[in-house]
């Protein structure tokens, strides 16, 4: 079945950047997506990237795509203390009814000032 | 605009007992999903909902889970003779045409 990867935490110095890995195994993946969950809340959307593109920014934020080693990153640069949070990779595919999500186990990012 | 909302936020049962678990769409929104996050298994796909078709109910772990979207919109997940390891946030999350999939705040549910 699929399977989503990712380190589990992350501390970084506040107005550095923070470089968030996650690694998948289903090649059909058709979206991947980046969650972030802050303490007692849902999950947010924070951006996506279609899996024919290698490299998506969205103000601070800069997904890469390497389709051939199925590794996504998040970048956020200039990174403040509101970043700290669980961030979620996770994809999705055609083949899934639905689109559904399959998430990695969250990777928590911690911001030191 | 309003998003996704969930209710109860937070649940407490004792084992045995069953609940319903609530959750309002984005007006509009005609794709409908639940996820469950715990401790010991992360996020994990529940069922989906698309407009008037057969929902998928591939990730319901077990029969005592069941679910039903009444007019397209509005959702219950019930769980049925509660135990101890149905604890968990329940997600829901609403989709429209797209691939963004847009989740509520969740409920958590605590069984004792």
């Known amino acids: 079945g699929e399977d989503v990867e990712q380190s589990l935490f992350l501390s970084v110095r506040e107005g550095d950047s923070s470089v968030i890995n996650c690694t998948y195994t289903?090649?059909?993946?058709?979206?991947l997506y980046w969650y972030k969950q802050e303490p007692g809340a849902g999950l947010q959307l924070l951006t996506y990237?279609?899996?024919?593109?290698d490299m998506k920014q969205d103000q601070r934020l800069t997904v890469l795509l390497n389709k051939k080693d199925k590794h996504l990153s998040l970048r956020i640069a200039d990174t403040q203390t509101g970043d700290s949070a669980i961030y979620f990779c996770?994809?999705?595919?055609?083949?899934?009814?639905?689109?559904?999500?399959?998430f990695g186990g969250g990777t928590r990012v911690l911001v030191k000032p | 605009g309003a998003g996704v909302s969930q209710s109860p936020s937070n649940k407490v049962t004792e084992k045995g007992k069953d609940v319903e678990l609530r959750c309002d769409p984005i007006s509009g929104h005609t794709a409908l999903y639940w996820y469950r996050q715990s401790l010991g298994q992360g996020l994990e796909f529940l069922i989906y909902f698309q407009g008037n078709s057969a929902p998928d109910k591939s990730g319901l772990p077990s029969d005592r889970f069941s679910a039903e979207r009444t007019g397209g919109s509005v959702s219950t997940l019930t769980i049925q003779r509660t135990q101890q390891e149905d604890s968990a946030v329940y997600l829901c999350?609403?989709?429209?045409?797209?691939?963004?999939?847009?989740f509520g705040p969740g409920t958590r549910l605590t069984v004792t």
């Open positions: 289903d090649s059909s993946s058709t979206y």
């Open positions: 999350a609403s989709r429209a045409v797209g691939y963004e999939q847009y």
């Open positions: 990237i279609f899996s024919n593109m």
């Open positions: 996770a994809e999705s595919s055609f083949k899934a009814a639905g689109n559904k999500l399959t």
